[in-house]
Nanobody
C-alpha cells in the first residue's frame, strides 16, 4: 500500500499564498514521480504540477509562474508553493504519486480563495 498525506490547505483572499506539503509512506519503492492535482465539483481532476525522480518539473498552463513544486521524489516529500491565488484556483488539492505505471492519490486538502 502507498499512503499519501497532505497538509497546508486553507482559506486566503485573492492574491494571497498558501503552501501545501505531502509525504508518502508505505510501499514506496519504485515511485518515480510525485505531484499535485486539483478538482472542483463537476469537473475532472487535473494535474497542476509534477516532479519526476530526476527533478524535472512540469506545470499546467493555468498555474505556470504562480505555483512552484519543490522537494525530492527520492525522499517521498513534495511541497507546492502557491502564489497569486485566484478564485479559480479554489479546489480540493490532492497529492499524487506514480509507481510502476499506477497513480496514487491522497485524501485531499481544501483550498478556498475569496475575491
Amino acid at each position: 500500500q502507498v499512503q499519501l498525506v497532505e497538509s497546508g490547505g486553507g482559506r486566503v483572499h485573492a492574491g494571497g499564498s498558501l503552501r501545501l506539503s505531502c509525504e508518502v509512506s508505505g510501499m514506496t519503492a519504485w515511485i518515480n514521480a510525485m505531484g499535485w492535482g486539483r478538482q472542483v465539483p463537476g469537473k475532472q481532476r487535473e494535474l497542476v504540477a509534477t516532479m519526476s525522480n530526476d527533478g524535472t518539473t512540469n506545470y499546467a498552463d493555468s498555474v505556470k509562474g504562480r505555483f512552484t513544486i519543490s522537494g525530492d521524489v527520492g525522499e517521498k516529500k513534495v511541497d507546492l508553493q502557491m502564489n497569486g491565488l485566484e478564485p479559480e484556483d479554489a479546489a480540493i488539492y490532492y497529492c499524487y504519486s506514480r509507481k510502476l505505471g499506477r497513480d496514487y492519490w491522497g485524501q485531499g486538502t481544501q483550498v478556498t480563495v475569496s475575491s
